[in-house]
């Protein structure tokens, strides 16, 4: 069974600084895709960077990048230089073949940037 | 390009009455899921559509819950009866071949159930 951890409820940053968000992720399956979404408070979840298991480099889209640990099954969300804008809630998901290309959400971590 | 378009974006219906949430996908992508997702909670699949044909629909409450995609483009999710527990924001998502890309949103409607 897909199985998607953050361990951080909420988090705090302040401005301009680097933050990393935490995910630990479990499958038997040797292919499979790992996502985070961002979700402001006005819903609509935002899609941010994906990591395949087999990429040998580790993903990076402006200021997001996947630190992307194989053999510990984590797939941490590093956002570099915290903007107010950054403020929401961040969602690491994965999908793998044995779940028949299904994503399976974690619970989430809300992160308030502090001017 | 158009995103993903939801209507409507809130909805307030009493227990025990009808409701239907429409989607119409990104063009061009074959798949399509509806998600629910609870307060504080990750967004749960309910189903997955290729093109007019529901996938995995193992999560949907078939009791009261209905979808359908008749010409593999836009999508409604039915509920009938509606429950207090179904409050809830419903997402719909869009991706191209066959699921295998990523999954783009759109802004979801948000339901309450008094």
């Known amino acids: 069974a897909q199985k998607i951890t953050q361990t951080q409820p909420g988090m705090f940053v302040q401005e301009k600084e680097a933050v990393t968000l935490d995910c630990t992720y479990d499958t038997s399956d040797p292919s499979y895709g790992l996502f985070w979404y961002k979700q402001p408070s006005s819903g609509e979840m935002i899609f941010l960077i994906y990591?395949?298991?087999?990429?040998?480099q580790n993903a990076t889209e402006g200021r997001y990048s996947l630190n992307f640990q194989k053999a510990r099954k984590s797939a941490n969300l590093v956002i570099s230089a915290s903007q107010l804008g950054d403020s929401a809630m961040y969602f690491c998901?994965?999908?793998?073949?044995?779940?028949?290309?299904?994503?399976?959400f974690g619970t989430g971590t809300k992160l308030q940037v502090i001017p | 390009e158009a995103g993903v378009v939801q209507s409507p974006r809130y909805k307030i219906i009493e227990k025990k009455q009808p409701v239907a949430f429409w989607c119409n996908p990104i063009s061009g992508h074959n798949t399509l899921y509806w998600y629910r997702q609870n307060l504080g909670q990750g967004p749960e699949l309910l189903i997955r559509y290729e093109n007019e044909e529901a996938v995995d629909d193992s999560q949907l409450p078939k009791d009261r819950f209905s979808a359908e995609r008749l010409k593999g483009v836009d999508s409604t999710l039915k509920i009938q009866p509606a429950e207090l527990g179904d409050s809830a924001v419903y997402l719909c998502?869009?991706?191209?071949?066959?699921?295998?890309?990523?999954?783009?949103f759109g802004p979801g409607t948000r339901l309450l159930v008094l």
């Open positions: 998901a994965m999908r793998d073949k044995r779940g028949y290309q299904k994503v399976t």
């Open positions: 990591q395949g298991s087999y990429d040998q």
């Open positions: 998502a869009s991706s191209s071949i066959r699921g295998r890309e990523t999954q783009y």
